[in-house]
């Protein structure tokens, strides 16, 4: 539900480690409306610990805002296939791409 979901991201904010990632699953699933809702709601309502930088395979990736342009630069190098668009989404830039495509250009 929304609430679970809202809940949930208030409480990863306190415990994810500096540097760690929360992942969000189901951001789009049809049975699991809750879960864009509570996290939407996450985004209006808290304090903003926690921003997206990835959205991919109907899952987003939050980190602390402080690690943000780390893991967007990172993306951006390691997984150049991955990069499908870059956008603005409640106020912070998101890199959009396909699982499948998440393995490292090396």
Do not use: C
């Amino acid at each position: 539900t929304a609430a679970h979901t809202f809940n949930d991201l208030v409480l990863a904010e306190q415990l994810v480690a500096d540097g760690g990632v929360v992942f969000v699953d189901d951001i789009l699933h049809p049975d699991w409306m809750g879960v864009m809702e509570g996290l939407i709601k996450y985004r209006l309502f808290s304090a903003g610990v926690l921003v997206p930088f990835l959205v991919t395979a109907n899952k987003m990736v939050l980190a602390k805002a402080t690690h943000h342009g780390t893991y967007m630069e990172f993306f951006a190098k390691k997984f150049p296939l991955a990069r499908k668009k870059s956008y603005k989404w409640m106020g912070e830039y998101l890199t959009g791409g396909y699982a499948p495509t998440l393995i490292p250009d090396e």
